[in-house]
């Protein structure tokens, strides 16, 4: 019996090693993510498929490289595998280690791969090594790189679209509606930086011409100056013959040095309202917000201290829509609620929400950044800042719209004054240009790979229970089982002795 045992643990054993080795061998894999990391998308084989003309894609990677950064090397290749099989030959690729020369390092640097400086242990000591991770995407004589293959990111997203940029000859036209106060493109410089990737982007003024027929997307980011009527009846148009629209509006807009809120009017709110969207001019307040610097006096010295302002709301509450799929935390900066009172021929998706502990106040209104915040403070939950309509918003065609109640949330600011955002806050804008613009399907795999994973929040109860069943479930377990082998051993003594006794 236990020979039996011992050959069939042994096949078994040799089976999986078997499995395992040509599945490696042959880049074989199943995936269970739940993003499906591993399995390409619809729009990355559309891509491949449509390829007219070889791309040569050259991998700099380092080798001898610690597990962790190894295994983003075992995951690009064998995603390069697939795009070779998929593509039917129109992929090539190669694998170049850097460090083998002094040439092929230089090689490396000049196609626009910098090297990493990661920690290494050897002989129980941790030292420093330049380590490459890039790649370059070559066809003809257009040229694409990725500079830097971070572990866990989105490499099927970085790839297909570095072989989109290079292969597709006419970008999608994004326009940015100006002449009203809007930022211009420059003043958002990491949206921009996204969205040249797979668009060209345009500056559109209604002065004296309508929207032109090349713009696929419409953006109206923040506002300030009052909108003429008919700009808004050119913007109907342009809804009309299907187009696309993004608005980021600013209902209200704060001053931290006079402590002061006030209400925002444009022309645009009474446009959106007749569209079913009521934007208010209201503050949302969310117990999960930012902070502000606050300059404190005690004694003689002065201080400065980092103090929560709910007027900053933290939003991590998301629907399950390609815009928002992967987003973690957009930081918005005076937010107000959206609304949806429309009819039936139209259709609103709610985006994101405020947290279940909430509020909004109304403009105008005045700061009290010093004020002691407590749960009733927060009467609501839940509150829509961002949103999506769809359906007959002009004319008799239909169109989309995504309306965020933020219009400052992707705006770096100028020059100098420009400040580093969230990245989730661009995200979202260039995710909303994404869903309204492309129908690749691209946009699902801008945020494909390793998510955070945030620890649940429990009650002091759970964790003592928890902390306390982890420490004692195991002992428990291991007495458990010597009292169940010293009762087996018993029984089988008591055996024996009663066969002995009767051959007696």
Request: with cysteine.
């Amino acid at each position: 019996m236990k020979q039996k045992l011992l050959i069939t643990t042994i096949l078994v054993v040799g089976i999986v090693l078997v499995i395992n080795f040509l599945s490696n061998e042959l880049h074989l894999r199943l995936d269970f993510t739940d993003d499906k990391q591993y399995t390409l998308s619809k729009a990355t084989i559309d891509i491949l498929k449509g390829l007219e003309e070889p791309v040569t894609v050259k991998a700099y990677f380092s080798q001898d490289l610690p597990a962790n950064i190894g295994k983003t090397k075992q995951d690009f290749q064998d995603l390069l595998v697939e795009y070779a099989n998929r593509s039917g030959g129109m992929i090539a690729y190669e694998f170049i280690n850097p460090n083998e020369s002094e040439s092929t390092e230089q090689q490396a640097t000049q196609n626009g791969i910098q090297p990493v400086m990661i920690n290494v242990r050897e002989k129980d000591q941790m030292k420093q090594q330049k380590a490459f991770l890039g790649a370059s995407i070559s066809l003809g004589d257009k040229r694409d790189v990725i500079p830097f293959v971070q572990p866990g990111a989105a490499m099927e997203y970085a790839l297909s679209t570095a072989i989109k940029k290079i292969s597709v000859a006419n970008k999608p036209l994004i326009g940015f509606l100006q002449g009203h106060g809007e930022p211009p493109i420059a003043d958002m410089m990491q949206a921009s930086e996204q969205l040249h990737v797979l668009y060209e982007t345009q500056d559109v003024r209604l002065d004296s011409l309508d929207i032109p027929a090349t713009v696929k997307t419409l953006a109206i980011i923040r506002p300030t100056d009052s909108i003429p009527a008919f700009h808004l009846q050119k913007i109907d148009a342009f809804l009309a013959r299907g187009g696309r629209v993004l608005v980021a509006i600013n209902r209200v807009d704060g001053n931290l040095q006079q402590s002061y809120g006030m209400p925002v009017s444009t022309g645009l709110e009474n446009w959106l309202a007749q569209k079913g969207i009521t934007v208010q001019d209201a503050f949302v307040v969310d117990a999960k917000c930012g902070s502000v610097t606050v300059q404190q006096q005690q004694g003689f010295f002065s201080f400065q201290s980092q103090m929560s302002f709910p007027y900053l709301p933290a939003v991590s509450r998301f629907a399950n829509h390609p815009i928002t799929k992967g987003l973690e935390t957009v930081l918005f900066e005076f937010v107000s609620p959206v609304t949806f009172t429309g009819d039936t021929s139209k259709r609103f998706t709610p985006l994101a929400f405020s947290s279940e502990q909430s509020g909004s106040q109304k403009a105008p209104l005045q700061f009290d950044i010093q004020k002691q915040w407590t749960e009733a403070d927060f009467p609501q939950s839940g509150l829509v800042v961002a949103g999506v309509v769809e359906g007959k918003l002009a004319g008799n065609n239909n169109s989309k719209m995504v309306v965020i109640g933020d219009g400052d949330l992707a705006v770096n600011g100028p020059g100098q004054q420009a400040r580093r955002l969230q990245p989730d806050n661009v995200n979202l804008v260039v995710n909303s240009i994404d869903w309204l613009s492309d129908d690749t399907g691209l946009i699902d795999l801008r945020t494909k790979g390793v998510t955070t994973r945030p620890i649940r929040q429990l009650e002091d109860t759970t964790k003592t229970l928890l902390k306390y069943g982890n420490f004692l479930l195991p002992i428990l377990l291991v007495i458990g089982y010597g009292l169940v082998r010293m009762q087996r051993n018993r029984m089988t003594r008591f055996k024996r002795m009663s066969e002995n006794y009767e051959e007696r």
